[in-house]
């Protein structure tokens, strides 16, 4: 195979109106009579499956029965009651393997409500009407919480200890507050800023106050921080990129997909984001496929999303992986990289080892695959920063934070939840429980001190 010597990486490869129509809203939301319809198809289950299997624990029958009645303002109520970010989780969650897989109808007739559709229309509708607040601030206990990060986690913990009266400052290393939902989605699955919209109706409750450009970096900080508040919440992410840990891989044109899709996220146009005409993303889940999607969008001719193992070990949903194909990606597996070439000093092509399972392990071959690439995403996972966890006194496992079901840390005082803490499938829907399990243990701590 003979390789391209001169690297094809360029911005405007599409016309104004391509952009628009590319990156427009991928979540086809429902109108008003189709959500009724949709509505009309739940059975209201007693015992309802669904509801079980969602992470925040969301009535699913009482919310669509709502919007069945019209009544969608007490159907996003209800949603925002256990689930304060509500809205993006409707985006993003992967309800094919959540609740419309546990639902009954999709058991009898192979096609489930639609909950994560409805679920968006009802908190759309009544996020973008306005009006009165939905949730009450209880009386003020005089009490301060510090958080840790403005993602879905701070974010959850916040909103649920001012709704209990306690004061909450958030802290956060970004220009804007919203963390993963801001910086770190594809822009065609939160079109309209909805993920900003989404932070301002959390923040309309009262009672939260918001410092960007602060990031948690020592051991001091954080005892400040512990001195001056009441206690403290940790949902600092995962912030530090994995390396591949092969030759080549400080050449030009090799980058962080994270880093890739923060750069699109918060472009004001995106026809000045240089890409390049053959992009190869390293790794198997949602980012790697919201990277890979992104770069045939911004027109690439030829996106390669290729992974270690097989399709069905992929973090990444079936739904997902099936987006990417549709969105003309090619997926290859059983391929590891062990070499970037380049020329020039910009890359050209990645080696990859072809991969098998031998005594339950995956080792290489010496069968080798050279795909051609004047860009490369590396999208193979995020690591906790090492500091300060160690000289704070924070346990750590598997290079994550250690907590107890309600989010403690080892660390008196100190709570933590999100994709910093061990355990967990790395979702939103699940940062956000996170967050909020943390914060009424939080709430108990602070009003038993009170009592």
């Known amino acids: 195979m003979s390789l391209p010597t001169v690297p094809d990486v360029k911005a405007a490869r599409l016309s104004a109106c391509q952009y628009t129509e ?30 079980t ?109 001012a709704r209990h009266g ?13 963390g993963l939902n801001e910086y770190g989605l594809a822009a065609y699955k939160t079109a309209g800023e909805f993920a900003q ?21 020592s051991a001091a900080q954080l005892e400040e921080l512990k001195s001056t508040y009441d206690a ?5 992410g995962m912030g530090a990129v994995n390396a591949l840990g092969v030759p080549g891989e400080d050449l030009a044109g090799v980058r962080s997909a994270v880093d890739f899709i923060a750069e699109l996220r918060q472009a004001k146009d995106l026809s000045t984001l240089p890409i390049g005409r053959r992009v190869v993303v390293i790794g198997g889940g949602m980012t790697a496929v919201d990277a890979s999607v992104q770069a045939k969008l911004l027109g690439a001719d030829e996106v390669t999303m290729v992974y270690r ?20 990606v090619t997926l290859r597996h059983w391929l590891a990289p062990v070499a970037i070439e380049g020329q020039d000093g910009h890359v050209t092509a990645v080696r990859f080892a072809r991969q098998v399972i031998e005594g339950g392990k995956v080792v290489a071959t010496d069968e080798q695959v ?7 995403f590396k999208a193979i996972g995020q690591k906790l920063e090492t500091q300060p966890w160690p000289d704070a006194g924070i346990e750590l496992q598997g290079g994550r934070i250690v907590v107890s079901d309600t989010g403690r840390t080892s660390l008196p005082g100190v709570w ?26 939080i709430h108990a701590e602070l009003t038993a001190t009170v009592a």
């Open 53 to 161: 299997a969602c992470p925040t624990s969301i009535g699913v029958p009482s919310f669509i029965h709502r919007i069945a009645d019209g009544n969608v303002r007490g159907a996003a109520k209800a949603i925002l009651e256990a689930n304060p970010l509500g809205g993006m989780c409707a985006r993003v969650c992967p309800t094919e393997e959540l609740c419309e897989q546990a639902c009954v109808r999709n058991t009898e007739l192979g096609k489930p409500v639609e909950i994560g559709r409805l679920q968006r229309f009802a908190v759309d509708k009544t996020i973008a009407a306005g009006g009165a607040p939905l949730f009450a601030r209880a009386p003020a206990t005089g009490k301060r919480v510090a958080v840790v990060g403005a993602g879905p986690a701070g974010l959850a913990c916040a909103h649920v200890l």
């Open 232 to 236: 403290v919440f940790l949902g600092v």
């Open 309 to 328: 193992r097989g399709p069905e070990a992929m973090s990444a949903s079936k739904v997902e992986q099936e987006w990417a194909q549709t969105n003309g």
């Open 22 to 51: 590319r990156f427009a809203d991928a979540g086809q939301p429902l109108t008003a009579a189709q959500a009724l319809v949709e509505a009309e198809r739940c059975l209201y289950c007693h015992d309802a499956p669904c509801t």
């Open 370 to 376: 050279t795909v051609p690439a004047d860009m490369v």
């Open 416 to 441: 933590a939840g999100g994709d910093c803490v061990s355990g967990g499938r790395d979702l939103t829907v699940e940062a956000v429980e996170d967050g909020k399990q943390a914060a009424l243990s």
């Open 166 to 178: 306690h004061d909450v400052e958030i802290f956060d290393a970004h220009e804007k507050a919203g």
């Open 197 to 217: 919209r989404e932070v301002q109706w959390l923040l309309s409750i009262g009672g939260i106050s918001v410092t960007t450009g602060w990031r948690l970096s």
